[in-house]
């Protein structure tokens, strides 16, 4: 900061002076870096997956455009996340006037205040610098935001100490958006926000002056303004008032990830795994356990019992994998296991994290949350064991139960324990070893293996699972109803 200009006269006589970037809107900044990181070949925003051939197009054209754009796309779509990158294409220092509220450009000052303080001291007038990060200002639409939060009021006690009438405009508190002057305004669900707000904000981008407590206050604000809202709240009627709505230049649509891979590659990088251990334990997650979790949440957004005007988010794998992990986590501390391996069971322990994810219809509510939670798990190891695994042959297992056969393993017991319990069901552990989902001198995987290829089986109502976790031969309402459809599990390779 020392090297930095600090007066007007010697910032006039920097490169920052330069008539290029001396009187450069803020659209014009980002625009400028937007290609020079373009031309470079980087990432447009690190930590965005899934939307390179979708989302970031539409982002790339509103920014070179020098739009005012919004994000519309149901909860848990990295919108927030994709706002606040934004502040990377912002240029590192940006000069202002010192003690400006509104971040004053010296060359072309806006607020009473500076344009004073650079009459009386001309070239000496001080410079202040302000990083990007203080560039950026976000906040959340509620239906109790007040003009005076978004736009400024008058202050009275500015007034009395000052001496000045209340109708001097340096009588005015400041509010967000004068703040994030030739910065990023960023307004999350925006159809929440009150007509009246709508309207202020609206003059603001419209004809830059807005009227506090009836006197009228011309402010040229420099933003780039970016929202957030949920599809259908945005089309609705009445919740976006037209002149707005009609200001806002690009409508960029946000989605989920569309492909399991990739959503697994998303709940990967997000979850907190990494974990300090006082005995040094180490965090080792089957791939095959991901890809339940992941699918869970792929299950919800199709189940007709679950809002889709909600939508699932993606924050329910992640927080899933979250307490998957703590779950094995405290078993490997009390069995004294040195290393932390999740499985299947594991997923059932952290039902509250889906039902705390999903909203459900009216037909959902009469079946119940935990119910559900316990079938999109069943379908999720379902499809995940029929990917890997979906010629298999599992006759010999299924006849088992049908004999009586039952099996509870406790999912406190240790690997090597619970490996060997698996052992006692014919062709088991040789169907998870055949089709490559653990190895036989894996006992922590292996076990994860079984209750995956359990777990399908329950699914397919080949045997049942009781809510204590007992393994046992299938009742016969469920044979019947799984009678008309076709067994994924018949022929193919034999275990």
Known sequence: MASLPQTLGALKRSPFGAPERATRSVKDEVRQNLLARLASGGPLFTGVLGYE???MPQIVNALLSRHNFILLGLRGQAKSRILRALVTLLDPEMPIVAGSEVNDNPFAPISKYARTLIDDAGDDAPVAWVSRDAR????????????????????PIKAARGGHLLSDELTIHYGMLPRANRGIFALNELPDLAGKVQVGLFNIMQEGDVQIKGYPVRLSLDVLLCFTANPEDYTARGKI???LKDRIGSEVLTHYPDEVELGMAITRQEAWTDRPSLDGRKVRVPDFVLEVIERVAFEARTDKRIDKRSGVSQRMPITVLENVVSNAERRAVLSGEQEVVPRISDIYAAQSAITGKIELEYEGELVGG??????????????TFRARAGGVNV?????WFDEGGALQVSDDLPPKVAAQAFRTVPALTEVVH?????????????????ELALEALVARRKISRSDAGQYGRAQPEQRRRSSGGQDMFGGGLSA
């Open 241 to 243: 008032i037209t002149p």
């Open 434 to 450: 055949h089709v490559g989902l653990a190895t036989p001198d894996d006992d922590a995987f292996t076990v994860a293996a079984c």
């Open 370 to 383: 935990h119910a559900i939670a316990r079938e999109l798990i069943r379908r999720a190891a379902d499809a």
């Open 53 to 55: 051939d979708t989302v």
């Open 136 to 155: 950026y200002v976000e906040k959340l639409a509620t239906p109790d935001v007040t003009v005076a939060d978004i736009i400024g009021d008058v202050d």
């Open 395 to 399: 006759d010999d297992v299924i006849m």
